[in-house]
């Protein structure tokens, strides 16, 4: 495979990714360092198989089915060294898998947190289970 780490992911981290023979290139090692997501993904479509970024925006600016490349997005929980290094093994399993047009996520994905109730007051009462509704009385039928 032939792949891209884009800006945001620390150039240091670019030999880790090339487990499996891969070709991998920094954009900084391409010229490419700077450029808008467009300018990116036009100059590395049909050269690279894969770009690989921290940009959680990417895939909803751009229109993936004009570049032919797949895009593996690493969403650790912060974009630095320590927590990209853990994911780094399944961004390249998924060299293999990610569809191109496409953004394959790997690491957090947002979960909805559940609103909770404020706590009560301390010295109040638990708030009394809600009533159950009964069953209405059939109408009285005079006429």
């Known amino acids: 495979m032939r792949v891209v780490i884009d800006e945001d992911i620390p150039a240091s981290l670019t030999p880790?990714?090339?487990?499996?023979?891969?070709?991998?290139?920094?954009?900084?090692?391409?010229?490419?360092?700077?450029?808008?997501?467009?300018v990116l993904l036009a100059a590395i479509s049909g050269s690279a198989d894969i770009l690989v970024t921290g940009d959680t925006n990417l895939g909803h600016q751009q229109d993936l089915k004009k570049f032919d490349l797949a895009v593996i997005l690493v969403r650790p929980s912060r974009l630095v060294v320590d927590q990209i290094v853990p994911l780094i093994p399944d961004v390249i399993a998924a060299f293999t898998t990610a569809k191109r047009h496409a953004v394959t996520t790997i690491g957090?994905?947002?979960?909805?947190?559940?609103?909770?109730?404020?706590?009560?007051?301390?010295?109040?009462?638990?708030?009394?289970?809600?009533?159950?509704p009964t069953p209405k009385e059939p109408a009285s039928g005079r006429g």
């Open 16 to 38: 880790r990714f090339r487990i499996g023979g891969h070709t991998v290139n920094h954009v900084e090692d391409i010229g490419l360092k700077g450029k808008h997501n467009g």
């Open 108 to 132: 957090k994905r947002k979960v909805p947190r559940p609103k909770l109730k404020p706590p009560a007051p301390p010295g109040s009462k638990p708030a009394a289970p809600p009533r159950k």
